[in-house]
T-cell receptor, first 117, second 114 residues
Framework: AQKITQTQPGMFVQEKEAVTLDCTYD???????LFWYKQPSSGEMIFLIY??????QNATEGRYSLNFQKARKSANLVISASQLGDSAMYFC??????????????FGTGTRLLVSP | NAGVTQTPKFQVLKTGQSMTLQCAQD?????MYWYRQDPGMGLRLIYY???????DKGEVPNGYNVSRLNKREFSLRLESAAPSQTSVYFC?????????????FGDGTRLSIL
């Protein structure tokens, strides 16, 4: 069963508009964490924002915020005031406990965002 | 601020050839990881090293071996490359046991196997 689901293969937004990228997850671990990464066309993976399952407030980092709905198991990324440089692939990832006791990241398949002038 | 450095950035191999991908981090992180990224599949964990001296299999370890040379370096070896191993490989590192700390990634190695 897929642990992280990103249902939007591609999204389009106009410059200066806000956009929401969807992410739903599945876990039985009460203590989990959710990360968003950006991958521009140059290929590197850039960490954007983190949300812990026990965090009382939605995470925010500059123009990035997380719409965290725990009961619905969703952690959608909101980018406000989109810029051309926001055009990239965006990955949602969940921290998962392995049977070794170590934690790893499980990634979704990503959403490609294109920002138009 | 080098962060995580991977070499080489690009490589073309013939089927059956061997190769080692190198990774080094300068953030004094305990944990290091190797992922592969294939179109439409996100990143999948190949191997990881929770701390110096330990390595464990991830989700897709077949055809690979790893060595945690020291705290800084974690290498990935393909003993007999196959076309199915054509992919982009990412090395990452993180603090161990710090739940809110992200993994920091290198720039990737684009590997093609003919």
């Amino acid at each position: 069963a897929q642990k992280i689901t990103q249902t939007q293969p591609g999204m389009f937004v106009q410059e200066k508009e806000a956009v929401t990228l969807d992410c739903t997850y599945d876990t039985s671990d009460p203590s989990y964490g959710l990360f968003w990464y950006k991958q521009p066309s140059s290929g590197e993976m850039i960490f954007l924002i983190y949300q812990g399952s026990y965090d009382q407030q939605n995470a925010t980092e500059g123009r990035y915020s997380l719409n965290f709905q725990k009961a619905r198991k969703s952690a959608n990324l909101v980018i406000s005031a989109s810029q051309l440089g926001d055009s990239a692939m965006y990955f949602c990832a969940m921290r998962e406990l392995m049977n070794t006791g170590f934690q790893k990241l499980v990634f979704g398949t990503g959403t490609r965002l294109l920002v138009s002038p | 601020n080098a962060g995580v450095t991977q070499t080489p950035k690009f490589q073309v191999l013939k089927t059956g050839q061997s190769m080692t991908l190198q990774c080094a981090q300068d953030m004094n992180h305990n944990s290091m990881y190797w992922y592969r990224q294939d179109p439409g599949m996100g990143l999948r964990l190949i191997y990881y090293s929770a701390s110096e001296g330990t390595t464990d299999k991830g989700e897709v370890p077949n055809g690979y071996n790893v060595s945690r040379l020291n705290k800084r370096e974690f290498s990935l070896r393909l003993e007999s490359a196959a076309p199915s191993q054509t992919s982009v490989y990412f090395c990452a590192s993180s603090e161990r046991d710090k739940r809110n700390q992200p993994q920091h990634f290198g720039d990737g190695t684009r590997l093609s196997i003919l």
